[in-house]
Nanobody, 126 residues
Framework: QVQLVESGGGLVQAGGSLRLSCAASGRTVSGYTMGWFRQAPGKERESVASINWHGGSTKYADSVKGRFTISRDNAKNAVYLQMNSLKPEDAAVYYC???????????????????WGQGTQVTVSS
């Protein structure tokens, strides 16, 4: 089993930055595609970014392209999301997820991911 724990969320002013971290334990996730998702109140969970097993391929939602960067450190069994130029509409609970079936596919679909963290709250004030 894989346990994922997110950290780094908080309150930030619009235009500011946050760096989210996701620490994996239980087993290595170095062979898995990893993703960041977010869910705002009353909305469905949506994909923000994903990264393949070696970090050479990434995919972003159009709404965050050019502002967010996903990365991973397989030696530390961790994944990160650097968020710059934050907007009020970025406010949500952010979740880290692992696709236990693939290290290559960059799926934006919730159902593709087998393991999920508890989430970390990001609040952006205008």
């Amino acid at each position: 089993q894989v346990q994922l724990v997110e950290s780094g969320g908080g309150l930030v002013q619009a235009g500011g930055s946050l760096r989210l971290s996701c620490a994996a334990s239980g087993r290595t996730v170095s062979g898995y595609t990893m993703g960041w998702f977010r869910q705002a109140p009353g909305k469905e969970r949506e994909s923000v970014a994903s990264i393949n097993w070696h970090g050479g391929s990434t995919k972003y939602a159009d709404s965050v392209k050019g502002r967010f960067t996903i990365s991973r450190d397989n030696a530390k069994n961790a994944v990160y999301l650097q968020m710059n130029s934050l907007k009020p509409e970025d406010a949500a609970v952010y979740y880290c997820a692992a696709d236990g079936d693939s290290g290559w596919a960059l799926s934006p679909h919730v159902y593709q991911y087998d393991y999920w963290g508890q989430g970390t709250q990001v609040t952006v004030s205008s």
